[in-house]
């Protein structure tokens, strides 16, 4: 283990160590999430997003920096994924139990604020079902395109702002390796499972989850990446 490996190990510690041990600062973090959902979304995916760019980076090159890999620009982006993905969590938790309602299952809106029973698990593995299928594609896509967009331009701010040739860059995508891993694999494997969990937990807590799911996915992207599986 690299000196930087155990620094960025501690800054991860450090981070959320405070909200385990103080019930100040997570009080303050909920009452925070409460007021401000979609700018508490934007911060968390911008930190923790990028840092699991940065952890599957060090899998793939052996550092966690690299000249063009824009980490500016990649913070930017996830901050605003994390907003849509804010917005997605309200629409797909509380339009799923909706339909699951008019489909005759009976009692799946009441589910999900009650303790865990079988109800519960089958609303949230539900709600985790339609949000992977309609929306985790659209999202990993906008990331690829903007993910090619930055190493493109240089990773610079001047070039991340620059007019995005999405028809070129869609063209050139991978997408034996988008969709058979990345949209296929990924999303029937780890995001429907990881995600059912997820809405087994209070609201306040589901975007944090899924930024700390991003690191995850990170590395394994990172890994596939290094054996050619990607």
């Not at 925070?32 to 979304?41: A, C, G, K």
């Not at 990345?182 to 059912?196: G, M, S």
């Amino acid at each position: 283990m690299k000196r930087s490996d155990i620094l960025i190990l501690l800054a991860l510690v450090v981070l959320f160590l405070p909200f385990i041990l103080f019930e100040r600062i997570y009080n303050f973090y909920d009452q925070f999430y409460v007021n401000y959902p979609f700018l508490t979304s934007f911060v968390k995916f911008a930190i923790l997003a990028t840092a699991g760019e940065l952890i599957g980076l060090r899998i793939r090159t052996g550092t966690y920096f690299r000249k063009g890999f824009g980490i500016l620009p990649r913070a930017i982006v996830w901050g605003f994924l994390g907003v849509t993905i804010q917005a997605a969590f309200i629409i797909f938790t509380r339009g799923v139990p909706m339909l699951l309602e008019f489909m005759g299952f009976t009692g799946s809106t009441s589910a999900m604020s009650g303790k865990f029973s079988l109800n519960r698990l089958g609303v949230a593995f539900s709600i985790s079902l339609f949000l992977n299928l309609f929306y985790a594609p659209v999202l990993m896509t906008v990331h690829k395109i903007t993910d090619s967009h930055i190493e493109i331009t240089g990773g610079t701010i001047r070039g991340f702002l620059s007019r995005m040739d999405v028809a070129v860059i869609l063209a050139e995508i991978n997408w034996d390796s988008h969709w058979g891993f990345v949209l296929r694999k990924t999303i029937v494997f780890f995001w429907i499972p990881a995600q059912t969990i997820n809405f087994l937990l209070p609201e306040q807590f589901r975007v944090l989850i899924a930024a700390i799911y991003g690191i995850i996915l990170g590395v394994i992207l990172a890994f596939a990446a290094r054996t050619k599986a990607v």
